[in-house]
Structure formats: structure tokens, C-alpha cells
């Protein structure tokens, strides 16, 4: 405290008051000074022992089990900073999780107020096991021995203060907990990646290698699942459980869900070791990071690692987004969401019933197919459905223009406001709506967009296992095989591989997927082949439109499409009508050849133009051979495309070509 | 008769029926059936099975495989007058197994099985699984033939015996 001097008059009494307010000043300064030190200081050391305690949770945290108990813990939002703090390096996990553990801890966490975070995700553990029946057992076995070392724990420690306990509760757990690697260490067949290229290859593997051992690695929560029905069939369920059950009804009436196999075809990973017969584990939340070639290991993210014999890649990609969107900012990125995945299918029905207009930016498959699911959902429920794309129409780097302008007419039908030739500049977030700005001067406002721009595949590991990637294409470069390097594979969207009829290539589809996994798998085990059957990609817009189509079907090709002459009994009819769409290519399996029942009603007319393209099919030509076909509307004769894409004849006729076809018949 | 235009790089023929009456004077170039490239049917070119078939869906390679393959690989070379009937033990071996994952090989009618599953029928040369009391191994095809049947149907040969409208 200064007394200023006062003394020495001169001002008198303007000084001391002077005097008086500075030295008020002064004094409140360091009074408020002091107090922040000494807060701060308090602070700092509640963070010391905190991060004392966060590399034990941490650790602990790293098999998925506890990633899943201990989730709950950052939703429960105990009032103990504790809680929040721990919980952190497990919030990105958690955000991925699935929400049956979150109730259950809600409801354990009122009954336990006072205790520290381990106990509420203990009782959650155990509640959280029913909730979560596909994941492999170990999840359970883990679990269970939580809750025993936790409850002794939390009697202890519940008279000690708040922040003690988080140490010797985290020892403990730590103690008692299971070693991380609760998986084998070593696979003879290690598949990484969990889609469908994985699992053909996984059925390949065990049809052809009796009693194999197979090891599925996927950073997926969920069991191998096939990918075309989330953006067709699931939508047109009429279950509104469908979300939670995701099955299907197929083109012949029998539901199915999309997942290959229910779990019980699965065996544990523990249990892969020992089986006596082998079989297919599944180790569900994990990445392969790192791979080692020369030794024949790979690294998964939590620091395990696991060798093989042989290995396949099947990583596929991640869906690609447009740079624009990435740099809006967050308000945009939030109300924008890609596809792929099963969550992101629920996310995007959940979109669907709350958004008043949701923005498509893709005009490919992915793109359209959304766009008439969402389209048919928009009559129901008035949700405004726009779909964008720089191309002129629908499929318009698939489909030859006449083919690709009549598509998006019936997509339009479907309820979708299209708009062509839509190059987007910016997107903004303003009065409640993101706005996007085309390069032209449009505007369009939505609730929401889902990009469909796209796949990048996924070829994290060429740096580590120093695999070729294919700079035309993307993916990982393979031969003829498959063959990336001695004992690897690479399968499914990830593979560019060489097509020995049409050239290197990397396909998209599903039953490429299937192909290609099935052939790495056959090769795995001996075999070595090469790619050569052919495989097929389909697609249903809406009622009226359904095309199968195989090998090269790029529209910037030169195409003779030969269509039947529209008769008042050819009604553009797709598998679609009979009960609900279904796995398309799968209808070759089945032997009885359902015919679609004709409708009496006469083929719709294109509004300008007096030919319909109600059936027919196309030849995609290089250099005179045929590299591609369309089968418009016409079902059933896959193979006989297949054959002639195989024997890659020039024909001098392709009318006579479509003779083969009988287009005209069912 | 047909009417024939071009857009641009696009021809596009309309086509009626009568037009395409006449067979077709197009060459296919014909079938080596020992292409070792080709998929196979349920039965290869040396008269093994085919274990890989899309038509036996996920039958070998699930957890009842083992005692499925052992089933079927004795029926397969079974030389008995009534085919099969030397198999019992291995049959019954199998519907064991598979009463132990219902959700895999679901127990279903013997009429409904054939209904549903007439590719396995007419599968092979060997039409017995369907005939043989294990209800289970005609269903099950079935079952699993859905979930990676995208390539099964892409496959010509599985049903040599009926047409698909292929050569």
C-alpha cells in the first residue's frame, strides 16, 4: 500500500484525492491479482493430477469394449470436471459408438452421484452387453470384468475426495482389466477391410481351404453388409423399424437383411486359434495402420500387431467431398453428410423426416438413386428433394445423352427438382439455410445436402507396405491376379487392376466387389486365375427406369442402342414393380425366370419426342469392339452380354447383335 | 420396319418385332469347355466339386462346412444303387451341425425348400440334395445364395441343365 506524499502541500486536496484513488486502484489491483495466482495455481495442480490419471484411463480405454463402457461416460456428463476431462481422448471413439450403451448410463448415473467415473460405466458395461450382440465376444468377456474390480473400488474410494479416486480406480481397472490383445496374434488368411469384397473373399478361402483360419479386420463397428440396398430398398420398406432392422424385401417377396451373414456364422477371434475346423472372425473398430511386408505383419491403430501368411486388401475408400463445402465452415459441414456407410444411412433418414429440403449435389448412381428414394419419400411427407450435377442429365457420364435427357425426365417424375449443368462456387450458411451459389448466378436454398461426388479409395498402406498406386485410376496397382505383391491381394473399389479383355481398370460395384473378392480369395489359395468373368452393375431410378450394364459403359464412347418399337403393351417394367426392388443380379441365380406382370396401362410418352425407350439395349464400342452393354429394361440375359463383351468381336451389324437379345420378349 | 438415327456419336435403331424375326447372322466365337479361365459350375471339368459354386451359397464355407463337404463329397462319389444311402452317418453328422445355428440353416418344409431353391435342384447331374431327408441343405443354399449371389447369378454354368437364355 503507497500513501502517496502527501506532504509538501501543493494542490492540497485535489492531490490527496488523486492519492486516494491511485492507491484504491493499486490496492484492488493486487488484491485481484493475488486471488487469480492463486486460483490458477489451484488449477493447475487439479490438472496435474488429472493428466497423472489420463494415460492410465487411456490405456485401459483401448480395447473397444471399454470404448464402448466408457462412451457413456462423456454423454452422462457427470458434474465432476473428473469425468469430462478422462473421458476426452475416448470422445472421438465414443462419438462412433453405438447410443444403446448411453441410456444405460443415464439411468445408472443418478444412483451414483457422488462416485468417480469408472462406476457409472461399470453398471453401463453390463447393460451395455445386450445392447451390442454383433460385436465379437470378447466385448462381453471384457466387460464383465469390469464391473467385479470396479464395485470393490468404489466402496473403497467413495469416502476418499473427488480427485484421489481417479488414480487407484484407474490402477485397478487397469489390473484387472484383460491385455488389450485379446485377438491372434498370428492369421494364415488376414483380410483387411470388412465389405463385400472381404467377405467373398473370406467364403472363397474357407470353400476352397478346409478348416482355414480367416481374420477379418475392419475399422466398422458393424459385421460384412452389402452396401446397394441403403441407397434402394431400404428406403421403399414400409417397415418403419427399417433402421433399426435394415432388412429388405427382395425382387421374389423374401426379406433379407443386408448383412451377409447373421453373427452366429462367425466365429470369436479369440476362438480362430483354436477352432477345429476353423472359420471367419471378425475383428470389428480397428485399423490397420502400418504394414510390414518383409516380415509379414501388420499394425493395427492400438499398437497390436498381427502377422500372416497371406493377405488381402479391401480397404474400398471413403466417400470424396467438394472442396467448396469443406472450406464453408462448420454451419455448413454440419448440415452436409456423405454416403456410405450404415450410419450414414440412419443419419440420413433422420435428416429426412426433420429437414423441410435436402440438396443432392452427384448426378451417378449413388447421386440419382438417393435422389428418387428421398423423392418418393417427398410425396408422403412434402420434403423438398433438388438434386445438382455439372453434367447435362441424370447418368450423364453413363448413359449416350437421348438416353441420359429421358432419365431425368423420370427422375423429375419421381418428385425431384433437378438441376443440370449446376457448378457450385460457394456454400454458405445464412437466415437459417445453407445456401449454394452456382457458378452461373443460381441460387439454391436447402436445410441440407448430401454430397454423392465421388469415392476415394482407400490406399493408407502403399506408403508403409510399399505398394504401387495407380496414378490414372487410384488404388492399389494389381495384375491380372490380383496380385499386388507376394502374398498380397487387394480386392473390391480399392484394386486397380489389369483387365485382360478391357484394359486396367478400377470398378465401383458391388458385384465386381463380389467377383474380385472372390477371385482373391480363389488365388489366395492357389488358384491363379485372372480377372476374366466379367462382372455386372445395375441400377433402378424410380419404376419406369431399371438397366443392368456391364464391362466399360462410359458415355463418351460412340453407342448403337437398339430399342423395340414402343407397342401400347410395352410398359417400361423393372423387376421393381413385383415387390419392391431387389438385388438385382441376383435374379440370374434364381432358375424361374419371373416375368413381370405387363400392365394394362400404355407407355408413357415422352412429352417432345415420339420414340420411348421403353426397352432395349446399348453397345458401348472401342475401336469397333464392343466394350460395354446396356441392358435397358430387359432382364435375364446378363450372360449372353457377357459372352459377347468376352469374345470381343468387331461386328459388322450390332443390330444383328441385339437379335440375341429378344428384346421384344419378357 | 426399323428406323435408324444418329446424334452425334449415338446411333439409335428402333427395332419391331417382326424386324428381329429373322436369327441373327451374328458369329459368337464358340465355348472351350476347358477353358481354365472359365467360372465353373457345381462340378468341374475333372468331375471333383466345385466347392467355390455361388450355387452352394455359403454352405461349405460356414461353420457347418466341414461336415457339409464331408456329406456331400460321399454322395457325390457314392456308387451304391440307391445313391447316398452309404452316407447316412456323414448326413447325419451335418444336420446336426446345422440344428445347432437354426439362424443359418433355418428349418423350413420339404415343399417349400424345393420351391424355393430349384437352382440346387437342377443343379447338378446329382439332383439328390433335394431329395435327401436333410431338409436343411436345400434351404440353407438358398439362404445364403442371396447374400453374394451377385456373382452366382452372373455365373453361366451352374445350371448346365436349364436354360437361362444362354448358350
Redesign the interface.
Known amino acids: 500500500m503507497s500513501t502517496g506524499a502527501a506532504g509538501g502541500g501543493g494542490g492540497g486536496g485535489d492531490n490527496k484525492l488523486y492519492v486516494l484513488l491511485v492507491g484504491a486502484a493499486f490496492l484492488g489491483g493486487g488484491v485481484y491479482a493475488y486471488q487469480t495466482v492463486r486460483g490458477d495455481k489451484q488449477r493447475y495442480q487439479d490438472r496435474l493430477t488429472e493428466i497423472a490419471s489420463r494415460p492410465n484411463k487411456a490405456a485401459a480405454g483401448q480395447p473397444s469394449a471399454y470404448i464402448q463402457s466408457e462412451a457413456p461416460a462423456v454423454e452422462a456428463t457427470e458434474t465432476e470436471e473428473v469425468h469430462e476431462q478422462v473421458s476426452e481422448p475416448q470422445a472421438a471413439p465414443a462419438a462412433e459408438e453405438s447410443s444403446p450403451p448411453a441410456p444405460a448410463v443415464e439411468e445408472s448415473s443418478p444412483p451414483a452421484p457422488a462416485v468417480e467415473e469408472s462406476s457409472p460405466p461399470a453398471p453401463a458395461a453390463e447393460e451395455s452387453s445386450p445392447p451390442t450382440p454383433a460385436t465379437e465376444e470378447p466385448a462381453p468377456s471384457e466387460t464383465t470384468e469390469l464391473p467385479p474390480a470396479a464395485e470393490p473400488v468404489v466402496e473403497a474410494s467413495a469416502e476418499e475426495p473427488a480427485e484421489q479416486p481417479a488414480a487407484p480406480v484407474v490402477e485397478d481397472a487397469v489390473d484387472s482389466a484383460p491385455s488389450p490383445a485379446k485377438f491372434p496374434s498370428h492369421a494364415p488368411y488376414l483380410l483387411i477391410g470388412g465389405g463385400t469384397a472381404s467377405f467373398a473373399a473370406a467364403r472363397s478361402i474357407r470353400a476352397r481351404d478346409p478348416g482355414a483360419r480367416v481374420l477379418i479386420v475392419t475399422e466398422e463397428p458393424d459385421l460384412p453388409y452389402m452396401r446397394p440396398p441403403l441407397s434402394k430398398e431400404l428406403w421403399f420398406s414400409d417397415d418403419p423399424s427399417v433402421t433399426d432392422t435394415l432388412r429388405f424385401k427382395q425382387w421374389n417377396g423374401k426379406e433379407r437383411s443386408i448383412y451377409f451373414q447373421p453373427p452366429s456364422f462367425y466365429i470369436s477371434p479369440e476362438e480362430l486359434d483354436s477352432a477345429e475346423n476353423g472359420g471367419v472372425a471378425v475383428l470389428t473398430g480397428k485399423k490397420v495402420v502400418h504394414m510390414d511386408v518383409r516380415g509379414n505383419k501388420v499394425q493395427l491403430n492400438d499398437d497390436t500387431e498381427i502377422s500372416y501368411d497371406k493377405c488381402l486388401i479391401a480397404t474400398g475408400g471413403v466417400p470424396r467431398n467438394l472442396q467448396v463445402i469443406e472450406r464453408a465452415g462448420d454451419e455448413v459441414m454440419e448440415r452436409t453428410s456423405l454416403f456410405r456407410k450404415i450410419e450414414d444411412f440412419k443419419a440420413l433418414d433422420k435428416v429426412s423426416r426433420n429437414a423441410k429440403s435436402i440438396t443432392i449435389i452427384g448426378g451417378g448412381f449413388l447421386g440419382s438413386e438417393l435422389a428418387c428414394a428421398l423423392g418418393r419419400r417427398s410425396t408422403e411427407s412434402g420434403l423438398e428433394v433438388i438434386q445438382m450435377f455439372p453434367e447435362r442429365g441424370n447418368m450423364g457420364k453413363v448413359l449416350p445423352e437421348y438416353l441420359s435427357n429421358w432419365t431425368t425426365e423420370k427422375v423429375k417424375r419421381e418428385g425431384v427438382k433437378v438441376v443440370a449443368e449446376a457448378l457450385v462456387k460457394a456454400v454458405t450458411y445464412k437466415d437459417d439455410k445453407v445456401e449454394i451459389q452456382l457458378k452461373d448466378g443460381r441460387v439454391v436454398k436447402t436445410d441440407h445436402i448430401v454430397a454423392a461426388v465421388g469415392l476415394e479409395p482407400s490406399v493408407d498402406l502403399a506408403k508403409s507396405a510399399g505398394l504401387e498406386v495407380d496414378s490414372d485410376f487410384g488404388g492399389y496397382r494389381v495384375n491380372a491376379e490380383l496380385q499386388a505383391r507376394s502374398n498380397i491381394w487387394v480386392a473390391g473399389d480399392a484394386a486397380c487392376f489389369y483387365d485382360i479383355r478391357l484394359g486396367r481398370r478400377r470398378v465401383e460395384h458391388h458385384d465386381h466387389a463380389v467377383v474380385s473378392g472372390r477371385l482373391a480369395g480363389e488365388n489366395m489359395t492357389g488358384a491363379n486365375k485372372p480377372y476374366w468373368h466379367q462382372s455386372m452393375f445395375w441400377s433402378d431410378l424410380g419404376p419406369d427406369v431399371g438397366y443392368e450394364a456391364i464391362g466399360i459403359v462410359d458415355s463418351s464412347l460412340p453407342t448403337v442402342g437398339v430399342f423395340a418399337k414402343a407397342t401400347a403393351k410395352d410398359t417400361p417394367k423393372a423387376a421393381t414393380e413385383k415387390s419392391g426392388t431387389g438385388i438385382r443380379s441376383e435374379s440370374e441365380t434364381e432358375a424361374v425366370a419371373i416375368s413381370p406382370v405387363a400392365s394394362s396401362t400404355p407407355a408413357p410418352t415422352v412429352e417432345h419426342h415420339k420414340d420411348d425407350y421403353g426397352k432395349g439395349v446399348i453397345f458401348y464400342l472401342r475401336d469397333k469392339v464392343v466394350v460395354g452393354i446396356i441392358l435397358w429394361n430387359v432382364f435375364n440375359r446378363m450372360p449372353i452380354a457377357r459372352k459377347i463383351i468376352k469374345d470381343g468381336e468387331e461386328h459388322a451389324d450390332l443390330n444383328e447383335v441385339a437379335k440375341l437379345f429378344n428384346i421384344h420378349e419378357d | 420396319m426399323?428406323?435408324v438415327r444418329e446424334?452425334?456419336?449415338?446411333?439409335?435403331?428402333?427395332?419391331?418385332?417382326e424386324?428381329?424375326q429373322?436369327?441373327?447372322?451374328?458369329?459368337?466365337?464358340e465355348e472351350d469347355p476347358n477353358d481354365?479361365?472359365?467360372?465353373r459350375g457345381l462340378i468341374l471339368p475333372s468331375g471333383e466339386i466345385n466347392?467355390?459354386c455361388?450355387?452352394?451359397g455359403?454352405m461349405?464355407?460356414?461353420?457347418c462346412?466341414?461336415d457339409f463337404?464331408e456329406a456331400f463329397s460321399c454322395f457325390h462319389y457314392s456308387k451304391e444303387e440307391v445313391k447316398g444311402s452309404d452316407c447316412l452317418e456323414q448326413f447325419r453328422a451335418m444336420q446336426e451341425c446345422m440344428q445347432r445355428?437354426p439362424?443359418?440353416y433355418p428349418q423350413e418344409d420339404e415343399k417349400e425348400r424345393q420351391e424355393?431353391s430349384?437352382?440346387t435342384d437342377?443343379t447338378t447331374q446329382d439332383s439328390a440334395p433335394a431329395e435327401m431327408s436333410t431338409p436343411n441343405s436345400t434351404s440353407a443354399p438358398v439362404q445364403?445364395?442371396?447374400?453374394?449371389?451377385?456373382?452366382?447369378?452372373?455365373?453361366?454354368t451352374?445350371?448346365p441343365t436349364?436354360s437361362?437364355?444362354?448358350?
Not at chain 2, 22 to 29: G, I, K, M, R, Y
Not at chain 2, 144 to 156: E, V
Open positions: 426399323s428406323s446424334e452425334g456419336k449415338d446411333r439409335i435403331i428402333f427395332v419391331t418385332k424386324d428381329h429373322a436369327p441373327s447372322s451374328a458369329e459368337l466365337v481354365p479361365y472359365e467360372e466347392w467355390n455361388p450355387c452352394l455359403g461349405a464355407s460356414g461353420p462346412g466341414t463337404k445355428y439362424e443359418l424355393s430349384p437352382e437342377q445364403d445364395s442371396n447374400p453374394t449371389p451377385p456373382s452366382a447369378p452372373a455365373d453361366p451352374p445350371p436349364e437361362l437364355g444362354e448358350s
